[in-house]
């Protein structure tokens, strides 16, 4: 079978083509969005002391498109804000270690409705139609360069290392407390976006058997940025596997490890993906609809065991001979012996040994553990603060999931004692169980992100509605000079008066 980079050059357009179709693409871009309507004018009145109306954090694919759509609502004093360098933002060139995306290549993502933004159009521009027929799926450096791309496009600006430290309340909105490169730096905003990916809702899960056990230099988290060629010629154990840990395993048989043994604790790996029941646009749209009952229900179901790897990766680590799958690994325990790492299954050894270690176990959402909002997490609203599931139905994780406003934004665990929590809006993998879907995957962008722009400008304009009232039912400016019509006025003409028939006649 060929593999899709090579499908791609077969059909790839030739330099000269490829430039002229890139500039043709360019200018229609350029062409569309004037078209769509220019942009609007900044309607959100100022407010003193405060620095920006809407400061979205993280500067990946959801924060450049939330950005865009913020600017296209007339949302203009918007700040876009990532702790990484540039080019080191989101996901896709550091921690994303799949050939490909996961999401159907077809399927609407950031462009919000405007289709020469989108993907395809970028895609076919620069390879071709055929080779974008060829796909598929999206390739992930090809993505990581459309985003590139889509940021330039849409005029979204970045602030680079720069870094959430905390969230105060002030008179009018809220205080950051921001490192710039650094540099410690507070300023104000009334609205705050938390679109930091998967691991913004909380940490990721470094099973104790590891954390408890090893030294830090023999192992670490797939989220993490693993450096692969020191691991050449060693013998490398993960557990977990979901689609990050056989992603993991695929880069470490590439980069010449030794062999690669892969632990999954239950009799076979999970083979479905349940949570593609909810792509369809009506639950994507409509999920926060439900009663809290049927989405703590669908989510206890949904989310009763991690999804499975898709079927590329697998495809991608089995054919490598040194690669090991185990199933049904329970109970492990690791030591140390001679320097190398020894592990017992179910108190038994295996009688393996490793030189490193991987956890492709995920990630857990727990707000206590985001030290940006460790002066807030006490006062917001967590699910099991608002919903007692029916017995049978209970589940520790999702109790800890944050309970959320239709518009993404935390409630309050104490009705009347934080009500300024209604300005962080928390867009991530946490607002699955109240909005369905993780609104920063790319299936999630089409209905989430509209969500989101139409709900922080609700409450701007309800906010300043007394400015907003007056600014209405202000005098009118006119838009007609009557100099351009009073000329042309209708006047009847005045006839001249006769002296009478007598003078007539004489």
């Not at 400016?477 to 007598?502: C, F, M, N, S, T």
Request: net charge neutral; charged share 25%.
């Amino acid at each position: 079978m060929r593999s899709e980079p090579d499908i791609r050059a077969q059909n790839n357009l030739s330099a000269t083509a490829r430039a002229a179709s890139t500039a043709k693409h360019d200018e229609a871009v350029a062409r569309a969005l004037r078209l769509h309507g220019a942009r609007p004018d900044n309607w959100v009145p100022e407010r003193s002391g405060i620095d920006h109306d809407v400061v979205v954090v993280g500067g990946g694919q959801s924060g450049a498109a939330i950005a865009f759509g913020l600017r296209r609502a007339g949302i203009a004093g918007t700040s876009v804000i990532d702790a990484a360098d540039e080019g080191r933002e989101g996901v896709w060139l550091t921690t994303a270690r799949m050939n490909s995306l996961r999401s159907p290549k077809l399927l609407p993502g950031p462009e919000l409705g405007i289709p020469e933004l989108g993907f395809q159009a970028w895609y076919e521009a620069r390879h071709g139609e055929a080779a974008f027929a060829s796909l598929a799926f999206i390739p992930r450096l090809d993505w990581a360069a459309y985003l590139k791309w889509y940021r330039a496009a849409t005029g979204v600006s970045i602030r680079f290392q720069t870094r959430l430290e905390g969230v105060d309340p002030v008179e009018g909105g809220l205080r950051l407390r921001l490192s710039v490169a650094g540099r410690p730096v507070e300023e104000t905003c009334r609205k705050l976006v938390l679109a930091t990916g998967f691991a913004g809702s909380g940490s990721t899960n470094m099973p104790a058997f590891i954390r408890s056990t090893l030294p830090a230099p023999l192992y670490a988290h797939a989220e993490a940025q693993i450096d692969f060629e020191p691991l050449k010629g060693r013998r490398i154990a993960i557990f977990g596997a979901a689609s990050a840990a056989f992603d993991a395993a695929a880069v470490a048989l590439e980069s010449g490890a030794a062999d690669v043994h892969l632990f999954c604790r239950h009799d076979d790996i999970e083979r479905y993906s349940l949570m593609r029941k909810l792509y369809y646009p009506g639950s994507v749209e409509h999920f926060r609809e439900l009663p809290d009952r049927d989405r703590w229900r669908i989510m206890s179901v949904l989310c009763r065991r991690a999804q499975g790897p898709v079927p590329d990766t697998v495809r991608r680590v089995r054919k490598f001979e040194n690669f090991y799958l185990h199933l049904g690994a329970r109970d492990p325990a690791l030591s140390l012996d001679s320097g190398a790492v020894r592990l017992k299954l179910a108190g038994r050894d295996s009688g393996l040994r490793f030189d490193f270690v991987i956890a492709g176990t995920g990630y857990s959402v727990d707000l206590t553990a985001r030290p940006e909002l460790a002066g807030l997490v006490e006062r917001i609203a967590l699910w099991r603060d608002r919903y007692r599931p029916e017995p049978g139905e209970e589940n520790a994780e999702l109790s800890r999931y944050p309970y959320l406003s239709p518009g993404f934004a935390f409630a309050e665990k104490e009705p009347g004692t934080a009500p300024f929590l209604r300005n962080i809006h928390f867009f991530s993998a946490g607002a699955t169980l109240s909005n369905g879907r993780n609104p920063g995957e790319v299936s999630g962008m089409r209905h989430g992100i509209p969500q989101l722009v139409s709900a922080i400008g609700r409450d701007l304009f309800v906010d300043d509605s007394s400015a907003h009232v007056a600014r209405i039912l202000a005098p009118p400016q006119p838009i007609l000079d009557d100099a351009e019509y009073k000329d042309r006025i209708w006047q009847e003409r005045v006839q001249p008066q006769l002296a009478g028939a007598d003078a007539v006649d004489g």
